[in-house]
């Protein structure tokens, strides 16, 4: 009896293929999309996956101005920032925070949902987010 046995093998870095991924938030739910978006930043949709090795693609965000959310989380959803001094506490409400930059309040929702390590600023760097249509990457193909 013959036993033909198959490594199983991981994968390296210099074998990592990105690709690109755009996703459109015109009319969406924010939550719901940003759980795709974290999957592309993680390479978690690839069969050669490794949670060590940032085997992750490039995504771009267009329309980041017209994403809607649900609820009442524009009037409710409270970001706070504090400087460490007495008084020195700030609260700014979702709404607000859309109406000044809807490309930071993309990039802490998206980065919440990303693992807390050491991969998470490498993950976070090839996020491409954009407030309107106008994008400069060309080589970009729908993700939906």
Do not use: F
């Not at 690709?19 to 993680?42: C, F, I, P």
């Not at 970001?79 to 700030?90: E, H, I, L, M, Q």
């Amino acid at each position: 009896m013959t036993h033909t046995t198959t490594s199983t093998r991981s994968v390296t870095a210099k074998e990592i293929e990105r690709s690109w991924h755009l996703v459109d938030l015109d009319g969406k739910t924010l939550g719901r999309e940003l759980t795709l978006m974290a999957t592309y930043l993680q390479g978690k949709n690839k069969r050669n996956y490794a949670p060590y090795l940032d085997c992750g693609d490039h995504v771009v965000v267009i329309n980041a101005d017209k994403v809607k959310v649900t609820g009442k989380k524009l009037q409710q959803k409270e970001y706070d920032n504090y400087s460490g001094y007495p008084g020195g506490r700030k609260t700014i409400k979702l709404g607000q925070a859309l109406i000044r930059d809807s490309k930071k309040v993309v990039r802490h929702a998206l980065s919440g949902m990303l693992p807390k390590n050491k991969l998470r600023d490498v993950r976070l760097a090839r996020l491409h987010i954009y407030e309107d249509d106008k994008h400069p990457h060309t080589e970009v193909s729908s993700s939906k």
